[in-house]
């Protein structure tokens, strides 16, 4: 069932321009830029004041994207909150909010938790699942269901980008609704949608690159990765996919953060990876990466094609196709994927079921 692939995991990432595919197939129209989720009753959300995305793990990642997406496109407050946190705060939920839980499994019992507590203040849920029928699906008002398909590894990769595509579509489902955007942006941003799929098959290419790159580093001990902005959520899933998988100790940061404490880690043992996509914060990244070697870090750095300055830096580079800043959280999540995949199979590790994990937290 692994089709010829070695590991779940290798195969699951190389599904990920059929999951996205899936994922919005039938929820739009690129002639009229109509955006459609028949399984959402908008009447019963169009009152909403605020989103709180509810989520765990690799999904929590998926939610800080998101918030991204809807507060710029739809330009509605969102608050992002890890469920085991939510669920014991106190949180303000009412009426007026839209809960968005997020989970690939359904059952991860913090997000359920989170879900039923807000039911309670009166909330109306929306939720982003991959398990149809799933107790998350079953208790939401409206699913969006990512179709991924089955993700067998422990370690989530097709579910994470088909989550993020469903939110940057729901984004601009949002906008749409509510007058947030032009029918022409929405179209140019559907235009660049369906050319996502190919472009991550381009970045699918460099995967023996990358495995080569990860040889250089299986024996560090520590990482830290970088990115601003969309790709700030990426830098937390790189680091936390290399944790899980190859047990190399990682910490992800906001680039911007350096100063203010981690930069004092940089030396040649500590190999920092950026996510450094053309966007409107590459001349930041830029400088972070100046910062990095100017302390004898070693810097592997994704790049989009025909960058200069960024690649000029960095020891390692991997490069990605143009697409706008948007998007440019799944090229990157590609590649940290692969990184952290090549890393853990090099090291001859269990990828698949890694230790002390299962694959849907049922438990607190
Ligand atoms: O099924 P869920 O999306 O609710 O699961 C949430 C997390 O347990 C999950 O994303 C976990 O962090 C993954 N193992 C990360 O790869």
Not at 4 to 12: C, D, N, R, V
Not at 114 to 133: D, P, W, Y
Not at 294 to 309: K, L, N, Q, W
């Amino acid at each position: 069932e692994k089709a010829g692939y070695k590991h779940f995991m290798l195969k699951e990432i190389y599904e990920q321009p059929r999951g996205i595919i899936d994922t919005i197939r039938e929820k739009y129209s690129l002639e009229d830029g109509e955006i459609y989720f028949g399984e959402i009753d908008f009447e019963k959300i169009k009152d909403i004041k605020k989103i709180t995305i509810v989520a765990c793990g690799t999904s929590w990642h998926a939610g800080l994207v998101g918030k991204f997406y809807i507060e710029n496109l739809a330009k509605i407050p969102v608050e992002v909150d890890i469920a085991s946190e939510f669920r014991y705060r106190n949180p303000i939920i009412d009426e007026e909010t839209l809960l968005l839980p997020i989970s690939q499994s359904g059952e991860t019992a913090d997000t359920i938790a989170a879900l039923r507590l807000s039911r309670k203040s009166g909330a109306k849920v929306v939720s982003i699942c991959n398990v149809v029928g799933s107790t998350i699906a079953r208790e939401s008002d409206g699913v969006i269901y990512t179709h991924a398909g089955p993700e067998i590894g422990v370690a989530s990769t097709k579910a994470f980008t088909t989550q993020l595509v469903s939110l940057f579509l729901f984004a601009l489902f949002l906008a749409q609704k509510r007058n947030k955007l032009s029918n022409d942006a929405i179209k140019n941003y559907l235009g660049e949608l369906i050319r996502l799929p190919e472009k991550i098959e381009a970045v699918l290419k460099h995967d023996s690159y990358i495995e080569k790159i990860a040889r250089d580093f299986i024996h560090y001990k520590n990482f830290l990765y970088l990115g601003r902005h969309y790709n700030y959520p990426i830098a937390l899933e790189g680091a936390l996919k290399l944790k899980e998988i190859s047990y190399i100790h990682a910490e992800g940061y906001p680039a911007g953060e350096m100063k203010h404490g981690p930069i004092a880690l940089i030396d040649k043992d500590m190999p920092v990876f950026v996510l450094g996509t053309k966007s409107e914060v590459y001349d930041k990244i830029l400088s972070n990466v100046e910062e990095v070697k100017a302390r004898s870090g070693i810097v592997i750095s994704t790049v989009t094609e025909g960058d200069v300055d960024i690649r000029g830096k960095s020891d390692y580079v991997v490069e990605v196709p143009h697409c706008i800043n948007e998007l440019t959280p799944f090229l990157n999540s590609v590649v940290i994927q692969l990184f952290a995949y090549h890393c853990a199979n090099l090291l001859g590790l269990d990828v698949d079921q890694p230790r002390n994990l299962a694959k849907s937290v049922t438990v607190e």
